[in-house]
């Protein structure tokens, strides 16, 4: 069964370093999101990403995220200077078509800035 | 008012009990339902998507009624492999998955 690959696992950082969490989707997918989730709270939307551009964001995606999708292949999620509430895990998902299409995530990468 | 609101949970249920999560969303103009499991720091992974006509699969049965915008999962038969999270999820058109906060499932032997 086809799945979304993210990585790192895990990745330890310090605040106000910049981080770049990867993820390859699904080959004929053509929408892509993250999302994160902080221990213990809701899965929260975070951006979605459809014909090589930003097709909406949340309040959460401020001026310290991006998104790119580089090759054609990966999709990352930069974050330019990590604060401590960014600590979460982040799922990356993509889907084939939206609407009543359920969405395929990543096993996540856990974001813990110290 | 939360967009999607779940029971809170933990159940806790004895191996073959049945058990149903309910599901309440606000926003009328939401499209797609679906309910999502989630394991222990694992990613969410689709369970089954619910239909107004209600759908079935096997000891798993979804109900959606768009009028009161409520959504209902009820597991029949429950073994000790079905505790985990229990995600509400909707979708409206242009938009995105939104999650509730899920109810947590503990079947016990």
């Known amino acids: 069964e086809p799945e979304v690959t993210q990585t790192p696992s895990h990745q330890v950082t310090q605040m106000g370093q910049e981080v770049i969490l990867r993820c390859v989707p699904i080959s004929n997918h053509l929408y892509f999101y993250w999302y994160r989730q902080i221990l213990g709270q809701k899965v929260e939307f975070l951006v979605s990403?459809?014909?090589?551009?930003?097709?909406?964001k949340s309040e959460i995606f401020d001026d310290q995220f991006s998104v790119e999708r580089p090759d054609g292949s990966n999709f990352t999620l930069k974050i330019r200077s990590t604060k401590l509430e960014d600590s979460a895990m982040y799922f990356c998902?993509?889907?084939?078509?939206?609407?009543?299409?359920?969405?395929?995530f990543g096993s996540g990468t856990r974001l813990t800035v110290v | 008012r939360k967009e999607v609101e779940q029971d809170p949970g933990p159940f806790n249920v004895p191996e073959g009990a049945t058990v149903a999560f309910n599901c309440t969303y606000s926003?009328?103009?939401?499209?797609?339902f679906f309910w999502y499991r989630q394991d222990c720091r694992k990613e969410p992974k689709l369970l089954m998507s619910?239909?107004?006509s209600g759908n079935e699969d096997g000891r798993f049965t979804a109900q959606l009624n768009r009028a009161s915008q409520y959504i209902s999962l009820l597991i029949r038969d429950s073994k000790l492999s079905d505790s985990a999270t229990y995600l509400c999820?909707?979708?409206?058109?242009?938009?995105?998955?939104?999650f509730g906060q899920g109810t947590e499932l503990s079947v016990k032997p």
């Open positions: 998902a993509s889907t084939v078509r939206t609407g009543d299409y359920g969405y395929t």
């Open positions: 619910v239909y107004s």
């Open positions: 926003n009328s103009a939401s499209q797609s």
């Open positions: 990403f459809y014909n090589n551009e930003i097709s909406e």
């Open positions: 999820v909707v979708w409206r058109q242009g938009g995105k998955l939104i």
